[in-house]
């Protein structure tokens, strides 16, 4: 029996995927309103491409309409075994385009306000986002959960399946390299006078 489309709004990612799993076209649609802007936001991150990014989204939602029959409920969240699938994605497409240079890669058009801001805005992005590319995959992924993700260790662990110990040590060791990598810009990217 399907549960109606606006009581789903509550109902947990696992319980979702087995409604699904079980016929409910409603729990589809509302997991995919729910995931796909993480999904498409954190490979996003990992890409620094929208179209890729976008690629990844939807090959890692397929992947998960594929799983639901077979989910065990319990061994792991929705959003963990997700994000895995994503970082996986995002790692095999960085493979193939490694030998892609970085002015190559488009910028995503921003609605900010003003030309300054938006300039500002876009040389910040891509310093970050290019900074994150220098970082190696391990680090990177884990910076990115935590730090712009906002994710907790052992979440992180989870999902990379390491320690929290080692996702510690990735997440330092990816934020001391980013700093270095970012610190000769701060005027440049216009950080100089702020305190």
Known sequence: MEMPFDAMGETPDEALLVLFANGDGAAARVLTQRLTPRVMAHAYRLLGQHAEAEDVTQEAMLRL???????????????TWLYRVVANLCID????????ALDAIPE??????SAA???????????????????????RQA???????GLANPEIAAIMEITVEAVESLTSRGKRALAA?????????GYADEG
């Not at 309409?65 to 959003?79: H, L, M, N, T």
């Not at 497409?93 to 892609?100: A, T």
């Not at 910076?143 to 993700?149: A, D, N, Q, S, T």
């Open 143 to 149: 910076v990115v959960l935590r730090h712009i993700e």
């Open 108 to 113: 995503p058009e921003d609605g900010r306000a």
């Open 65 to 79: 309409w594929k799983q639901a029959p077979d989910w065990r409920q319990g061994e792991a969240k929705v959003s």
């Open 117 to 139: 801001d938006t300039l500002q805005d876009r040389a910040r992005a891509e310093a970050l986002q290019a900074a994150l590319d220098g970082l190696p995959d391990r680090q």
């Open 93 to 100: 497409r960085r493979r193939r385009m490694r030998s892609v």
């Open 181 to 189: 990598a970012l610190t000769e810009r701060q005027e440049e990217l």
